[in-house]
């Protein structure tokens, strides 16, 4: 998923700077009239030059941890404490999330046209110096979020082969702070053509939508195939909602699907804490299917050793199930816990 990160560029100051025109250098830079609709407007610019960056400024989700540090020309005599100047026709721009820093409140949106067709979109943070590298650049005022989103929409729905424009605009709806933004993700989870379109849209609703991300999963949950179902056990996993550990535990218990159980089980392990123990132990004594016992093993394997080793050496100790009773041998010897390794020369010599 880091992939998806890299249209996103966040530059991190104290201040937000709020509804003022962006610092373009190495451009012809204007500002264009809106005609009756983003849409038009668009269209009449993308078509206005051979190159062009068009750009605005949308209300942002507040409280996300976001951060960039590559691709930045950065210039310690910065006077409004920017980062730097972002450069948007580099070809590699990479981003990571900071547990010490936030995201602006304002953020702008970016379109690169080419004749007339769109190569990628991307977001900076309001504020932030921009390097156009010769391109010509647009500029709105007064973009409605509704008409932001529905725009970007349209691109996701028109684009869903072209994977840097598609996940591009995925990432930039996602980070809307209007309430449209949720349902936008919702029907393209719910409606695209394509698997991986859904995925993605279903992967933002986790991240980023909080609790209405959260309420669009599990109703996707309830129509979804079993497939579908089984990606949605990592975005429940990513959700900031508490509720999302107990679908979490919910899939790994009553899912119909095998592979459902077993990835609701992987992503339990990882995220439910000391719950994870509970359900991973019922998992390996009540689930029909070998196999989900055997994945429910493996995910005792990946919680911290001082919870995990002393419940394989159980398992390994007590379960009937010989195929079980392997995966957990296996499991304690790649621990390389000392507990584990006394326990197995203790096996070894009975």
């Known amino acids: 998923m880091k992939a998806l990160f890299t249209t996103f560029v966040v530059c991190l100051f104290a201040t937000a700077l709020t509804g003022q025109q962006p610092k373009v250098a190495d451009t012809q830079f204007r500002v264009e009239p809106m005609a009756q609709n983003l849409v038009a407007t668009v269209d009449r610019v993308r078509h206005s030059s051979d190159q062009v960056w068009l750009g605005y400024e949308i ?51 970016l379109f690169r046209f080419e004749k007339g067709e769109i190569l990628k979109v991307g977001m900076v943070g309001a504020g932030c110096h921009l390097n156009a590298g010769g391109v010509n650049f647009a500029w709105l005022e007064g973009v409605k979020p509704e008409e932001s989103i529905a ?12 994977h840097r424009v598609m996940e591009g605009a995925l990432l930039a709806i996602s980070m809307h702070a209007a309430p449209e933004a949720t349902k936008a993700l919702e029907q393209i989870a719910m409606s695209s053509e394509s698997d991986h379109v859904r995925e993605q849209a279903a992967f933002w609703l986790g991240v980023q939508r909080g609790h209405e991300g959260f309420v669009a999963l599990k ?27 107990d679908e ?76 079980v009773r392997k995966q957990a041998f296996f499991w304690l010897g790649q621990s390389g816990d000392p507990r584990a390794l006394d326990y197995l020369a203790q096996v070894l010599k009975k």
């Open 59 to 109: 209300a942002a989700l507040a409280g996300h941890h976001m951060s960039t540090c590559s691709d930045w020309h950065n210039d310690s005599d910065s006077d409004d404490g920017c980062c730097g100047e972002y450069r948007l026709e580099d070809e590699f721009n990479n981003t990571h999330r900071n547990s010490n820093s936030q995201v602006t409140q304002n953020l702008y949106v």
């Open 151 to 162: 725009y970007l929409e349209g691109l996701v729905n028109h684009n869903g082969d072209t």
């Open 219 to 245: 109703s996707m949950e309830e129509k979804g195939d079993a497939h579908f179902r089984e990606k949605l056990a990592f975005d429940f996993s990513q959700n900031s909602d508490p509720a999302a550990e």
């Open 248 to 323: 979490l535990i919910h899939m790994a218990k009553f899912d119909e699907d095998g592979k459902v159980r077993s990835q609701a089980l992987f992503w339990i392990a990882q995220k439910a804490g000391k719950r994870a123990t509970a359900a991973l132990n019922d998992a390996i004594q009540n689930d029909p299917e070998t196999e989900v016992k055997k994945k429910a093993v493996f995910a005792l394997s990946q919680l911290p050793k001082e919870e995990g080793v002393p419940q394989l050496i159980h398992v390994a100790d007590t379960n009937t199930n010989p195929e």
